[in-house]
Structures are given as structure tokens and as C-alpha cells.
């Protein structure tokens, strides 16, 4: 039992860290979403270059980290910059499209980005829904909340190819073009500032059918709920660090509200659910190598848990801030919709604990 | 001990009701039951609705013009235009400064400005609060220095709700910066269209700009435009926050929050059944419909005690927090339920662009941001922290 | 709309307040309790008397009340006492052996105890489950949880005529002496100072079949469980009350605990979800007489909150209190003893959030 | 980082886990299972045991007869102890006074009574709590008088648990009342068959006398009996309050819970179904296990920081108060399993009887006044208020 950073582990989260306390602040992102763009593209390049991308794939898939703790270092930094940058696809498609190395290749570069188009409007929260079809070498359908999928160069496609709406079995994965014949587009923003889109596919041939269903589906799937985690975590952190600057600095009838026992005494819960959080994203990264159901009853506990402890950390941080807490201008309210917001990516609270339930059960 | 309302309030329930399904535009109504934000324009024709059948001034005496109803009748008023999804009426002229007025102004500021609230010729917003005061209302910085006939005012407002329509702003200022801090404050009624008054919008959480930060460089004040004496401000602005407080625990709002959740949840599905079908979400939904019947009562018992007579003391605070906390947790529910499709910033439908498309089931535009923008239930009007010590110390007695 | 007690109820209000604060306190209930009685008869007598049981019962039942805020009233009294003395028997059997005029004479002169036997080990809290038989004039079977069942003369008895175990349809009221041939009787003390018993039934023959049958037992459980909650409701406002006194009156470090702003603020809340208590009380006694189904909904609203409630009011009194606050000596740890034992009784928060929830959606 | 126990790590638990099996008596842990009460003999032949095997002083040095684990091994010999029921060992001399002794005491001492503790001869209580101090430990006012070479003692302590079973009371007794509360205590070791000490049960929630008060009255101490200096108590003191928090987290204790609960929903009937399939029911003990599951890996984040010779600071505090919270939710989820059960009060079977015949299934008897019994674990060993203070100072530095 060991709960330090490899030594390469440790490196890659202090020069991320320092790159981007120097390179990203809360203004300048700020000025990104104002002016409609998605994100910084110098940034992303940077991140790149910074081997950021490179982290999340294994040395055979030509990059040098890929497994739970490099996912979890990453996205932990990311999310406690405040980071939209899209690196997340990567996760949520490297190990699909890991066969295609020169994908791969551009991947980590930072030169291409590939992104999931799996959910659909009626799917909810659920892995397993998928009405998009594909035969006679075509796709139909539509997706929805695929992020960054006005950014990105290919996406990645479930379609069903047998069984009936709800069933696992019957599910394969598509490589197609962004630019494809018959793909439309639709983007927007998102209430955390990430870039999302919806997908309409129109008789689409796909540049290739990729190995696995939905087993490979549910472990990308994993590997992006580890990373979303990782990410609420680094913007709790965040969101906690400037709660206890203001309660030290904040006078209110003369003295410092952090004298105040009431807040103290929450606050002390706040503390004590972050590394309840901490504790979680430990528990989902040391057990994403493990045999499937481990793998999921973490993810599902994992996911839980980060909901209810997210919501309380925005929640009273915001209120023990008061006003100030709720303006656009101060960052809090920036990480508090990112941590909101991914409550409800992949999964939320009362979803999660249904699953955790079933699958602690060994019914799903 | 009888629940059941009289037949003469509950045909005052019936006539409320039949007016506003006569009279409340279905647009307008739409707006407000998915959670849009409303234009200065509806407000103003919704205000001009409600004087025009004589309803738009519950609490004022007859004589000014208002319908002088008791609490309870106010409490059903409330209560079937919350069930209508009648817009909210601006409160700070109606509700907020007349009751001032009536109670400390002069006959000569009555005759000027109360008309003009009613008739909605004048739009008035609220300057009390300040940067890095807080809940503390009495430190006040904003100083108004009387030179002959006018006052002087220096200082800087914030939190000021909707103040980007007003064409008023009643102030708490500073007159005398050498006594208590309680003692030295005046009530002031500024032009805003007086030179040296900006107005600067903050942006929300939710994308919305609702309240703003209010400046005041050398604005020049008649004196006439004091409201009682100077420096006895301080007395009439915990007047001013008690009158605050009517329909405090918000009971009408959390009903139709509840049946919006309801709406939704059970017209989504999770898993192929429709969510409220969802033993873990439909529990949620039940606990806080369960606290908010008994909610209902404890608001109704304050009411009805206040309709006779009794002024309610820890009572409001109670109230203030426990409908805060439903109401969040409403909230919190509604964007549980919509799910995934909280996702998208949907700027443009949630101003209320008709032609904007909108993407995923109703109400999933404005589930994320009505979430956000309603934290500050909890924090303006004397934070949740403050109504708790409230309430214990006048219950201890300490 | 009317939040005022009638004048009758007022008074029996103010006379059982009086009566019960000269003649009952914390050291002689549990002097009772240590010597091993189920409750002093003496005192019984006192409050049949005084109109207690009397209150129970309408006119036509030779009483004058009868309706469910004339139960709220006594039971809220009783509940601030702390009485164990067998007051809810008469409201679990008055309205099932109404038309039995000398029985009701001598239960409302505190002569006869007549006690519900209806529970069955599988019932949990499950009002339709009776396997217990009727058949050849004779009743087989076994009943737990009978409140002053070693203290009864009679007991009314659930049997089933037919159906399955589950079904509400089959089942008969019966009316049973306690000394009939058959009936064997086993007492123990409850955890909340209470008399409870089981009984078995071996070929017994009742004396009477009485009319009625689940919906009779149903409306017979609602008014018990209006008592219940009333009976929580005084009780809470004695631990909320010590608990103020408490606040006020020990010190720490030097000051009064009550100017500590965390406990103000706990305290706060208590007090809140004490009105909120009595609201519920409230809404419960004033749909006693309601249809059916909004009866049974105010029912389960009821109780579920009364659970909720109760369980914040006894966590957070003992916590103030400190280690004094679970001692058998001070009277706190009594009452948190009752209300906790409340939720035990005739359905917990679980068992009525979900009953709440069927019966919304007119499924119960 | 590696969640992964080391060969080393695993080979321990097997061979503590094979032992348990062998040894530890069928009638001892399932009275531990069943929350039944253990008599004074069961904790000395338990004791007995663990000398026998070498395991029973896990953070004594081996020169006195210690395991001298570190705090990895000391988690999993924890964990295999809860799994298996055993008995928790008394900890008031082991892991309390030893320490104190080991640090403080002089090589007489030390050689008089920690070889007297591990045999069992001395069994040992805690004599700090005193009416009226609550918290305030320094708030000390028992007095001892120098008087030659005895001290002579008077006054009160309170909440002794298990002093009714005691040889021996450690004592911070006022020696100086002229200076700071803090610096006038010492720490004195009592005979509790000295004429003038007498000890008086109390009965608590749950029925149950584990806690007493102790009287002095004008008890003879010899001076010998002192801990190293006197007036230096306090430091003692709060030496020993930092090892009583050892295992403060209460995992094992947790996750042997949490197996109870789950086995009764498993048996226990809801609906016709088992209530472990009620999903509100199982809704709440999914919760509670999730929690459980992360606290676990806070807790071996600390333990193994502590094995490298990090000092835990506001860590430890944290763990009191969400090991606690996880505690007192069990309970409440036991007694709510166990449904109306849980009403009777089984004074014999719970006192351990044998012949007593028990009502109910299985832990229907124990739900309550265990759930009971345990509001204590936020209370005790410095309430879970002081521990929030704790580590909100701590960590804003305030």
C-alpha cells in the first residue's frame, strides 16, 4: 500500500500545475467564453506539448502513462485551473480508436481531437440505449451532449447493429469524419463553459468499424468518469481554498467571519468531504485496472459520491460567501457550475446509487 | 381548530382565480412556468393589470388606493397567482418603500410618490446594501453631506435588484459618521437620473444580470427628498425589513415549484419508465412535498395569527429559513430530474426569445440556471446565518 | 381557518396540564418503571376522571370528542408528561367496539382496558398481513407486539375469514376476553418504558365478532397513529424545552453554551422542525374525518415527519446535553426514549415515505 | 500509489486471521456480534489470550513485551479483529497510561505497573471527566493537598467507564489552584481500595451501567504515585489524548456494522419481500457503504503517513468525526432493519444470559439500546463540536 505519486507522476503534475498557474487564470478564460470560442487553441497546444495528452495513453500506444492514477493526476490539475480545453474526449476515446496509431499519433499531439457520439435524447444516463443504426454500411440517427463535437476532427459512433433499444448485445462503435457526407452539426455552449453539440447522422459511411462494443464503450466510459471525478476533485480544491482565504480575510461586524463557530463548524465538513473526495478518486483510479464489476461498483460509488460531496462544497461555499459568491467576475462561480455540471455528465447522484445498488446486488 | 377556509375567503379564492384565467396573458404566464426571465415590459403591463382591477397594492389602506386585504386574504392572493404563474410584482415601491412613506414620510411625499408607484410611472429600486458589508445593513459608507438645500452623496450601492429599470432609488446614507454606527444613517430618495448616479450590471452565476452595483459621484439630493428626520434612518429601514418579509416562507412559489418538478419527472424517462416512477427519486420528491404540507400550516398558523393582530416575531425567521430550503432543494430537484439535458447555456431562450430553438424537454434551459440564481434565497433579504441566530436568541431569550 | 382550540378543548387542555404536573414527574414514573409495573393505576384512575378517556369517544359513544383534534389536544399533553399509563389501547379499540355501550362505559371510566391484538411476527408494519384464523367459532394463532396486553381485560383480534396472508379482503374483527380458555399471555417492558405483550391463541373462542373489517382496522390505526404523533409532538417540546433551559443555564470555557453560535444555529433548526411537528400534527387531526384516502395521505405525511423530526429533536438534545443527556436519571433521556420507540410504532419513516408515495399516485 | 497490501502485509493477515479462527471462543464473538454486553470476565480471558499469543500491546516496544507494529499492521490486526467479533480490548491502561508511563513515568514505575498490565493483574480506569466540565478537561477540581509523603485527595470524576471493574484510576488532579487552569494539574495514579474512594454506577439510555462516578474523600495517595512532575500534568494529559485517538476512524467497527445490517435486511420481511431489496431501504445503507468505502481510504492515508512518521494533525479529528457520523448511521439503519423488534427491552439477553429467551430475530434485542448507547461515540473523547473547531483552526491556521 503505497499513497504517493510515482516519482514521473509527481513530475507531470508539478509541470502541469506550474504551466498552468502561469499560462490560465480565471480572466482570461472568462474572455475565451465571452467571446464565443470554445476555447484557447494556443492552450490546448501547449497542454499538448506539455505531454498532457501523452499521459493518458499507454507506451504502446505510443504515449507514456494510461493508467488510473495518470488519469486521475491529469484531471485533478485540470480542474482545479478551471481547464475547457478539450482533453477529455481523448479519454472518452483513446482506448476505442488505441488500434489506429496514427490517430493516436495526432491525438497526443494535440493536432486532432475525437470525441463520443453516443448519447441519445431519450438515453438519459443510460450506457445502453442506442436507436442509431447502422446497416447497409450506413448510420442514422442523432446524438446528443457530445462535447466538443463541433471541435472535433472524428467522432466516435455507437449504432446498433441487432437487439432492441435497451440491449447490450447488438452495439458496435464507428469511426466517421466530422466532415463526412451526411453529418450535421449543431453546437453550443455548455453551463460550465464547456463546448457541447448535437449530431444528426444522415446515411453516413463511417471511415471504420472499431473493435469491441459495449464492454469497450463502458470502459471508455469508465476512464472519462474517473477523469470527470479526478476533475470535480481539483475544482472542489479550489472552490475550498478560496472559501478559506475569504472566511479569513471577510469581516463582517467587525471581525473575521472564520471566527464565526457556525461557519467554522461547517466549513470543518466541507474539509472532511473534500478528502472523502480525494479518498473516492483514489479508490475508482487503483481499481480502473481491475476485473469489470470492481471496475464499475467504484465508478458508481465514485460518481455518488462526488455528486453529493460536490453539491454540498458549491453549495455552502457559495453561501458562505454570500453575493459575492454568485457573480460571474469571482471565479467560485465558475467552478461551482463545472462541479455542478458534471453531476450531471455520465451519470448523476441518484442514478449512480441505483447502479451501486445493482451491481453490489450483481445485477448489472 | 378548523383548516377549512370560510365560504367568504374561499369565494375570494374562486373570484382571484376566475380574474386571473381571464386576464393573465398565456404568454406571459408561459415565461414564468418554464422560468424565463421576464422584460421590463412585462412587468410594467402585468403592474398596469393588477392596478387597474385595484389589486395591485394588498397591504395599502384604501385611501391610497390599495385593497387593504388581511393576511389571510393575502396569503390566497399570493397563492393563486403562484398557482397561475402570474409574473412577481416588483416589490420595492409597492411593498418595501410605501409602507416607509406611509408610516415616517411627509403628507407632501405620500401625495408625490405614492400615486406615481401605483400608477407605475416611477420604477423604484432598493439601495441598502454595500460592498463588504453584507448582512451587516448598519455600516453604511455611502455619505450624504448636507450643503444648503441638497444633500451631497458619495458612496457606492450594490445588490441592487432590477436597479438597471429604476427611475428611483431609496438609499440608506450616512449623515453622521461620528456616532454609533445605528445612529447616523438617513433614508434618502434619489433621482436616478440625477448626474454623478451609474449604474453597472453584474453578471450572475446564471448568466443573468438582475442586480447591479449603483454609484453615486457628487450627486446632488433635495433635501425635500429626506425621508422622516435625519439620522433616524436606521428605524426606518427594520421597519422597512419587516414589511420585507410578508409571504416570507414563499409557500405559493414552492407549490408551483413542486408541480413543475412533478411535470417533468413525469413526462422523462430513466430506464424506460417514466422518472417519477423512480422509487430513489420519487422518495426525494415525496420528503419535500411532505415538509412543505406541513409548511403550508405553519405559514397559514403565522398568517392567521397575524391576521389578528399578532405581530410575529421568531415566527418570520422560521419561515424565512425553512422556505428557503425547500424551495433550494426544489430547485435542486429540477435539475436532477431534467438530467442531462441541464447541460446546455440556452442564453437565448432564457431571455425569452421566441424564435430561439430550443434543445432537450421544457424546463431543461432553465433547470441549471434557475438552480444557481436561487442560492441567493438563502443570502439576500438577512441570510439563513442570521435568521438562525435570530431565531434562537428571541427564543432563549438571550 | 382557525388555528384556536375550542373553548371545551382548551380547558381539558389547561386541566390535564395541571393535573399532570402536580401528580406526575420524572422520578415517580421511573419509580414505577424500577419496580417492575407496567404504570400506577392510581394515576390511570386520575386521568380517566378527569375526562381523559371520555374525550375519546363521541357523544353517541357516551363520550364528548371523540375527533381527531380532541385526540391531538390529550395526546399532546400525555406525550409532554412522559405517561405510560394505557391511555392509547382506548384509541386503537374505541372506534371498533363502539357499539358495545357498557364496554365503552367502563373503558372511559378507566374500569377496562381493551387493547389491540392485531401485529404478527412477519407483519413488519404491514397493516393487511393476518394469518391468524377464524374458523369453526374459534381463533388460532399469534399476536406481538400488544400494547398492555398482560394489563387488558379484553383484546380486539384480527383474523382472517379468507383470502391469502396479504390480502385485505378476509379480514374480522373479534372481540376476545384476556382470561378466555386458550389465551395465553406473555408481557415484557418496552424500550420507552411501555407495556407490550404477545398472545397466543390456541382453539379460543371469542365473544363476540365484531362489525368491521380492515377499513374499520385501518381507520382504527389512523387515529392511533394521530395519537402516536401527538404524543411525540408534547414529548418533543419537553427535550426541546430542557434543552433551551440547558443551553441557558450550563456553562463551558466560561460562557453559557447557548451563546456558542454553532448550537444556536443546530438549535435554530430544531425549532424550526419543531413547528414543523406540530403542523403536521395538525394537518393529520384536522383530516381525521376526511375520505379515506386523504386521511390515509395525511397518515403517512405525518408519521414520516414525526420519524424525521423526532429522530433530529432526540440526536441533537442528547448532543447538546453532553453525556447528562443519556443518563436514566435526567428525564431527557426518557423522552428521547419515546419518540424514538414512536417510529417503531405503526410504521416508520421508510415504511410511510413509501406508503406516501403509493398513495399519491392512488396505489394504496 | 498502490492500493495493493504488500506480500508482507498480506502474509500478516492471514496468520492474524488464522489465529482468530483458532482461538477466539464461538460463545465470545457471537455475544460481540449480537451487541450483547461482555462481563468483566470475558475481557480478562480475552486478555489473556492476546498476552498469550504476544499481540496484546500492538504499539508497546518489544523490550516491554509490545508487538511494536506500525501503524499498517496495526490497521489490519484492527480490521481482523472487528471481522472476526472479537471483543475490544480494554484500552485504558494498554493504550492509554502505558504510553503516558512510557514517556513520562520513572524506570520505577514502569517496572511496577506496565508488567501488570499486560498480565491482567491491574485493571485500570480513566480518571479526567469531572461534573460540569464537559469538554473543558483543564477545568480540573479535584483537589490533592501535599500532606509529607502522601498526597491527600478530594473530589469528583465522572463518566469512568467501566470503573466499576477498576484496580487502579489515573487522575488529573489540581495541585495549584493559584495559576492557569492549565498549569496547576497533575497526573496521579490512585488505588481504588484506598479508604475514602468509592465509585457509584450510572445508568444510562440504554440501560446499561458501563460509566460511573468516583468519589474521593480525603483519600491518602503516596507521593511515589506521582507521573513526573507535578503541575506538568496537563501535558500528560494531552500526550495521552493524541494515543487514545489511535483507530479513531473506527473502520472495523464500521464495516462489522455495516455486515450486521446487511444480514438483517437480508432475513427481516418488508412488503412480503426482503427489506434488503426495498430500494429506500437500500438506498440508505448504499449511502452509508459508499461513505464507508472512502473513509476507509482516508483512513489508510493517514495510517500510512502515521507508518512513515507523519504526525496527523487536523486528519485525526476529521476521522473522529466522519468514523462517528458513519457509526451512528449504522446503528440507526439496525434499528430501523429490525423494524418494530426493536421495541422490547431485553434486559437479560442483553446482560448475556443464556437461558433468557429472546423476542424477535436475530440483534432485535440490541438495535435499540445500541443505537442509543452510541450517540455517546460523538460526545466522548472530545465531542465531535470540539473536533470541528479543531480542524477549521487548524487548517485556516486561525
Known sequence: MDFNLTEERRMLQDSLGRFLSDKYDHESRRKVIAAGKPYDAGLFAGLAELGVLGALFAEDQGGFGGLGFDLSVVFEELGRAGVIEPVLPAVLTGSLVAENADLVENIIAGEAVVTLAHSEAAARYDLNYVTTTSSNGVLNGAKVHVLNGAQASYLVVSAREGGDDWDKDGIALFLVRTDATGVTITDHVNNDGTSGATVVLDNVTPDARLTGGFAALELAVARGTLALSAEALGAMESAKALTLDYLKERKQFGIPIGKFQALQHRMADVLIEVEQARSAVINLAGHMEADRDTRERHVSATKNLMGRVGAQVVEEAVQMHGGIGMTDEYALSHFARRITMIDHWLGDVDHHLARFIDLSAGEA | MDLNYTDEQQAFRAEVRDWLAETLPREMSEKVRLGKRLTKQDSESWHAMLNARGWLAPNWPKEYGGAEWDAVQRQIFEDECCR????????????????????????????????????????????????????????????????????????????TTLGQHADWIFCLVRTDPDVKKQEGISFLLIDMKTPGVTVRPIVLVDGGAEVNEVFFDDVRVPAENLVGEENKGWTYAKYLLTHERTNIAGVGFSNAALQTVKDVAAKVHAGGKPLAQNPHFAARVAQVEIDLMAMATTNLRVVSAAAKGQAPGAESSMLKVKGTVIRQELTSLLRRAVGPDALPFQADYLEGGDNAEMMGPEHAATSAPGYFNNRKLSIFGGSNEVQRTIITKAIMGL
Chains 1, 3 share one sequence.
Open chain 2, 84 to 159: 397561475a404563474h402570474a409574473p412577481r410584482i416588483v416589490p420595492f415601491g409597492l411593498s418595501m418603500l410605501a409602507p416607509v412613506l406611509m408610516a415616517f414620510g411627509s403628507e407632501e411625499q405620500c401625495q408625490r410618490f405614492l400615486p406615481r408607484i401605483l400608477s407605475g410611472e416611477d420604477w423604484w429600486c432598493q439601495g441598502y446594501s454595500e460592498p463588504g458589508a453584507g448582512s451587516d445593513l448598519a455600516a453604511v459608507k455611502t455619505r450624504a453631506v448636507r450643503d444648503g438645500d441638497n444633500y451631497v452623496v458619495n458612496g457606492q450601492k450594490t445588490w
